[in-house]
């Protein structure tokens, strides 16, 4: 059974650019929530999906935006990146009747020059 | 709001050791509490949850936690560290919400563990 994969591993972009993650939930997950983890910090609440709709948000700004696929896969898309942006972006799923109960992916590392 | 405050951003123990790893939690209501491990360079693992059962959860790799809600606490405990425990632990809270919980993690900023042979 495949966990949570997240691609790619590691991305390089300019600041100014724009981002597209991706992420596969775990089989039989419906909801896909993603996180932001700064160097030396725990990891920040984006948003989540449920149903193809953004269910959450956390305190971050438009420039961060996401999407759900029919298939519960989702996208996480950072605009305008800025060098505050570099970070671990964490994805993470869980079936709807269990929400707070979140297994993680690997990651994407994002470093914005 | 909740909040996760995670006491000593390291801890130092040998092996063999008790490992003890402080979070203490605020919450307007009975939270759901996690502890995660974060090996260099991955993910977060799920090591064990708190969802209003029993008070002493047990979790994988020998780790268990026991929340006391009038210290409003919910401290890991290992009773033999190993090598291989070496790590970043990160607690988090989850509001339970409307309907059950909202599955909005809150974390600490993590507590590094290391290992002395």
């Known amino acids: 059974d495949a966990g949570v994969t997240q691609s790619p591993t590691h991305l390089i972009k300019t600041r100014g650019q724009q981002v597209t993650l991706r992420c596969s939930p775990k089989?039989?997950?419906?909801?896909v929530s993603w996180y932001q983890q700064a160097l030396g910090q725990g990891p920040q609440f984006i948003f989540q999906?449920?149903?193809?709709?953004?269910?959450q948000r956390g305190n971050f700004p438009d420039r961060f935006s996401g999407h759900q696929f029919p298939n519960y896969s989702s996208e996480l898309n950072v605009n305008a990146l800025l060098l505050g942006d570099s970070a671990l972006y964490l994805c993470?799923?869980?079936?709807?009747?269990?929400?707070?109960?979140?297994?993680f992916g690997p990651g994407t590392r994002l470093l914005v020059l | 709001a909740q909040s996760v405050t995670q006491l000593g951003s390291h801890v130092s123990v040998s092996e063999g050791a008790l490992v003890l790893l402080r979070c203490n939690y605020s919450?307007?209501?009975?939270?759901?509490l996690f502890w995660y491990v974060q090996y260099p360079n991955q993910g977060l693992q799920l090591l064990l949850k708190y969802t209003s059962a029993a008070t002493l959860v047990k979790g994988i790799n020998g780790f268990e936690a026991e929340f006391k809600k009038s210290e409003t606490s919910f401290h890991l405990t290992k009773p033999s560290a190993h090598m291989s425990d070496a790590a970043e632990y990160f607690c988090a809270v989850s509001d339970r919400g409307y309907g059950g919980s909202q599955g909005n993690l809150i974390f600490g900023k993590g507590t590094k563990l290391s290992v002395k042979p």
């Open positions: 089989s039989g997950h419906d909801t």
């Open positions: 919450s307007s209501v009975p939270p759901y």
């Open positions: 993470a799923s869980s079936p709807a009747s269990r929400a707070e109960t979140q297994y």
């Open positions: 999906y449920y149903e193809e709709e953004e269910r």
